[in-house]
């Protein structure tokens, strides 16, 4: 078969090879668990439990505040130490802290909700609801949210994103390498909801044996398409993604679902079919742990809230001298200036880089190389969006496009003189959705 | 106490290519070139190369540090091209001067003055050429035939066609491999075109430019000279076409930066210089299509960005 893919994009190196081998290991239990309201884009959760409860694994301990939003549950079963604002990825969030008892008993709620052919798609919809399922690949969308599309709009695809794009990061390989028929189920469960005929998982062609146990899992599914993709970064961004797999462009402005297409990501599904079977919320995730700066890189299971400094440990600590510690993949992850921080139900990566790796290339001038323009996936022209937003000419930036930029990153990544194109451009966003908001 | 890390904005990695390796990997593509000129035209063109790039590197050095006083670039390698282009676009038996006040000129005016790397909005080379062919014509177009030892003034083919000399036309052989007259860097066909892969290979240029230029000037050759296939291919090897459509038309801040854009700037530049070796006043035409259309590019690049992803078609 044909391998899929997008125009443009870049071909960074994978570095994958110090963990795609090794086996999901599950994280030593943690003694006290942070778990941050602000899991997601979209409203904060509101702490429902207070000092002194007895919380067990499972029970919702934030609701949901507005429809955007999704409610948060404990990984442990303990008793509620503080109810505070605390340090989180990227500044400071209402957060429950939890001494676990160490017994991970589990809550009454908890129980399972049979099978997809015994549930109505509403009935499926709600479970993902009151599971707190985000989406697990990046920003942590609500994935009720994405499956509660306004009438007008005809969906009739869903895409699974198991390209996993990012170099060095391989939980989301060792997933479906280890546990495809839990992928191949929630993906079931989303073509119920959404009422569709069709569902794709596309995979890079870096991961042949992920792409083989996925396509045994689903073959007794004729709707299920398992599709190869060109390895190529970046594959697994939903419009990249949507045009790789049907050929469609999700229109200028718009989203997936204009495109007719729902996106979601492999683990959001894995966790999906767990919710289904098992009852249980969204918990615990697995992470890959990697970079030059850790001793020993592993995948592991980890359970939100989670110390990273905790889960760093059990990989042999740090090596050397730390430069960068990045929450997610080196082209779309954050980075961190402290390790005191909890896990969340996003963290698919913690990359160590090293004091050399981290230093922040001199920019020189633009050679107008042109570069940036071809690999841009979104066909932009980076050099100028970026030209006027240092400039602070944001009309001129605007008139670029510069609100169709995914903030892929590709651009900074081959540019010559290292220019910093997605900072300004992400500078140039930012004004220009400010403006629009101010002359509404 | 936490360790404090440090924090900056994503992407976290950057690719291994550099401004200076880009340059170097020019220098690199342009040496076969180099050894061919040094082999038809002798000891005289080696001393010409030097000088030029002498000359390039010295004046980036003294603008950029005590008139513009900011940080020299010379270890960028991007003067090194401009000296050795500007060489190649000279012929061997030019007085030293010559490449010493172009190269200077080129560097100085044409690039440093519009601001530097990425600025210039014509080929700094070609610029300089321009100058000098329109200052001292007749030491620019003094040819010597290309053997080592015979150092005879002799006409370049382009000289044959364009002015209708009844000496014999170098055959298809000699053109190809560079032993014909003409300017130091131009005449091996072979050598740029080593040098031209290797640069592909690189991902240095896209092929979009030198394809679009080249395929141009064959096309109309062909009409041209009535149909006639032999004539038509042989127009590509002569003069300054190679040499202008992979090293001089790519440059990168005088052409655009779309691919679009540099399909139709090499179109253009086809066109050009076509026109001007079959009915112009000059027998070649290369230089001036590109130099033209260098004019031309920022007004090209603006009507041919691409429609953005999702956007409607254009
Ligand atoms: S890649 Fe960098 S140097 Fe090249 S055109 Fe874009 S911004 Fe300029
Ligand atoms: S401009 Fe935006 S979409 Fe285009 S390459 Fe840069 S970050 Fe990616």
Redesign the interface.
Known sequence: MSLLSF?GG?H??HEKKYTEKKAVVKAVDPKVVTISMRQHIGAPCNPIVKKGDYVKVGQMVGEATSFVSSPVHSSVSGTVKEVTNKNVLGGKAMCVVIESDGENLIHETVVSNGDISGLSSKEILEIIKNAGIVGMGGAGFPTHVKLSPPPEKKIDVVILNGAECE?YLTADHRLMLETPAEVVYGLRALIKVLNVQKGYIGIENNKPDAFKSISEAAKEYPEIEVVELYTKYPQGAE?QLI?ACTKR??????LPMDAGAVVSNVATSAAIANAIKTGMPLVERICTITGSSVVEPKNMLIKVGTNI?EIIDQCGGYKGK?????MGG???????????IPSTKTTSGI?I?NED??K??EA???????KC??IC?????P?YISAYALKNDFEKAEKY?AL?CI?C??C???????R?L??SI?VAKKEIIAKRRKSK | MESLFRVSSSPHIRSKQTVSNIMRDVVIALLPATFAGVYYFGLPALVLILLSVGSAVATEFIVQKYLRKQKATIKDWSAVVTGMLLAFNIPSTAPWWLVVVGSAFAIAIVKQAFGGLGHNFMNPALAARAMLMASWPVEMTNWVSTRLADSVAGPTPLGIIGEKLSVALPSMTDVIIGNVGGCIGETSVVAILIGAAYLIYRGVISIRIPAAYIGTVFILAFFFTGFDLYMSTYNLFIGGLMLGAFFMATDYSSSPSNPKGQIIFGIGCGVIATVIRFYGGYPEGVSYSIILMNVASPLIEKYSSSRVFGGAKK
């Open positions: 125009k870049i960074p190196p170099p419009k045009y462009e999700v229109p200028s402005a718009g400094k730390v430069g960068k510690l990045i080196p082209m779309m992850g954050l980075a961190s200036n402290t390790d005191n990359l880089f790796e981290a922040i290339p020189e001038n633009c050679l107008k190389c042109g323009v071809s996936p979104s066909f932009l022209e050099l496009n169709d903030e990153g590709s900074s990544f081959v540019c010559p003189s290292k910093p997605l900072h992400r």
